[in-house]
């Protein structure tokens, strides 16, 4: 199993203000490591729903947006490769495009 020897589901979270922001809306974290100044590595438990954000932009504007609910696997269970997700997980909602993430954003808020 590419399942992590923890049996955690880890997401690297980067963050370069205005241009390359990925982040957890929600969910439980069990592990937090920094790597560095921008990036840092979390851990979800199996079971556990989180969601992730991805964000990036070039000189022209946004070229990246992007949020996803994932359920995090167990070692035993099957799972869907996400990026800067490892192994990947369940995902139980896949929305693009800034206007229709902000939607979800703001439900989230509600």
Request: hydrophobic letters at 50%; charged letters at 25%.
């Amino acid at each position: 199993s590419a399942l992590a020897r923890d049996g955690l589901t880890h997401v690297e979270l980067t963050w370069i203000e205005k241009k390359l922001e990925h982040w957890i809306r929600f969910g439980r974290v069990a592990q937090d490591r920094i790597l560095t100044r921008r990036t840092r590595v979390v851990g979800f438990r199996p079971g556990a729903v989180f969601a992730f954000v991805r964000w990036a932009s070039n000189d022209f504007g946004t070229i990246v947006s992007r949020i996803d609910v994932v359920r995090a696997v167990a070692a035993n269970e099957a799972y869907t490769t996400l990026p800067f997700v490892r192994p990947g997980g369940d995902i139980l909602l896949k929305i693009e495009g800034w206007p229709k993430v902000q939607q979800v954003l703001a439900a989230i808020d509600a």
